[in-house]
């Protein structure tokens, strides 16, 4: 999945410096984290140490946190699965109110931003036509592992190319402390292709995600949406 850096580079810095705001970005990937980490009361410490005065009561998040995330289904943190996310889903099961708050601003934001980049790269794809193309020549299960640490060092190469072209992009501690977070310095890309990453951080951080409507990100976005 698109790791910390991408997901902080797709906002403009101005918006990264509201907490709240940030905290939500975060929340799809760091909140299940921590659950695997440190189990529901640890997770709920650690959130509770984190949380702004704006930011939902952890009780709110945790029906979601534990769900187990899978395509063709809209539960879990992604409402499904992080290469195919329920943005619209998430987005109208929000109250007027949660609309205007900049922590599920930011969640959606990290939706968005996995929906654009995996329907850029069309990494499912690629991936089965890999497994189907070496199918019977190798074990299935040590093919997708190798494939699967492929993608993986792909995120990883791109972390560096985010960080030397976004210098902007700072982890926040939260992040940091994970130590989840590596670079990888060249190197051949299998899956990834960096510069259909930075053209959907362009199109994001020309938007302000703390005041631009949601239907006017939806309509710049479509067009690039495999349907």
């Known amino acids: 999945m698109p790791g910390y850096y991408i997901h902080y580079a797709a906002c403009k810095p101005e918006a990264r410096e509201n907490l709240t705001f940030l905290r939500g970005v975060e929340a799809p990937d760091i ?3 921590h659950f695997r980490m440190y189990g529901e009361d640890g997770a709920r410490e650690k959130y509770n140490s984190m949380k702004t005065l704006e930011m939902p009561d952890y009780e709110v998040l945790i029906n979601r946190i534990v769900q187990k995330e899978k395509i ?3 539960e879990g943190l992604h409402y499904g699965v992080s290469s195919q996310p329920g943005v619209w889903e998430f987005w109208k099961d929000l109250s007027k109110e949660d609309k205007t708050n900049a922590f599920y601003k930011g969640y959606f934001w990290h939706l968005l931003t996995d929906l654009l980049i995996y329907n850029l790269l069309n990494i499912d794809e690629k991936f089965k036509c890999v497994i189907e193309q070496n199918n019977g020549s190798m ?3 040590e093919l997708r592992k190798i494939e699967t640490q492929k993608l993986h060092d792909d995120w990883d190469r791109l972390n ?3 960080r030397d072209r976004y210098p902007d992009v700072v982890l ?3 992040v940091d402390e994970l130590g989840v977070v590596d670079f990888i ?3 051949k890309f299998v899956y990834v292709e960096p510069q259909k990453i930075f053209k959907a951080i362009s199109i994001l951080r020309n938007f302000d995600p703390l005041t631009t409507e949601f239907r006017t990100v939806a309509v710049a976005v ?3 949406l495999r349907k």
């Open 31 to 33: 909140l299940k984290k």
């Open 72 to 74: 063709g289904s809209f």
């Open 139 to 141: 074990d299935i299960d």
């Open 160 to 162: 560096a190319r985010v």
């Open 172 to 174: 926040s501690p939260e």
């Open 185 to 187: 310095e060249g190197g």
């Open 222 to 224: 479509s067009p690039l």
